[in-house]
């Protein structure tokens, strides 16, 4: 019986190549998404924030009126070692190196934050969410422009694989141009 002769071997050759040269494409393409999340922000808007721009722990004195450009960031939060971590988006305060996520809290959460009442920030009746870039229109400001907060540092968000930490913010009524 006469041997057949195929070219099986030349078309798996091309299927291979094929092959590699998509995987790299796709992990190239991949890379560069990541590299982007930390370089750039999710979509290039807001990039991430790093460590030395958050603040970790109470300020004094944690009252005040505080003044910087409105950025627009992101961060990622992890609930713990098992969870995936969740990319938000917030409006911040950038003022000496730092940015502020910022909160809008009701007279009364405001007062009783004031008077040492740690969870009062979780008490408000007002939205419980820190503001995004997409809010800075409805509090009469934008990305990019200076203003000026008076408010009181308060922790906003716990966040951390290990040890839950926190994540300091301002809690204010407003926003107002600088």
Known sequence: MPKRVTNCGMLGFWSRR???WTSLAIAASGCQTIRGWFEEGANGDAPLLNEEELVRSA??????????????????????????????????????????PIRILDGAALAQLRAGRDDAVNLDDADKALLTPDDARRYGIEIGARAR?????????????????PVYGLCTERIERA
Not at 68 to 89: H, N, Q, V, Y
Not at 149 to 165: E, H, N, R, V
């Open 59 to 100: 300020v004094s004195p944690a009252e005040g009126t505080f003044t910087g450009t409105i950025e627009a960031r992101s961060f990622m939060s992890f609930d713990g070692c098992t969870a995936p971590g969740k990319l938000l988006r917030w409006m911040v305060l950038s003022m000496d190196g730092k940015r502020l």
């Open 149 to 165: 907060i008076t408010g009181i540092y308060a922790p906003l968000l716990f966040s951390g694989t290990i040890a839950l930490q």
């Open 18 to 20: 094929r092959f590699v």
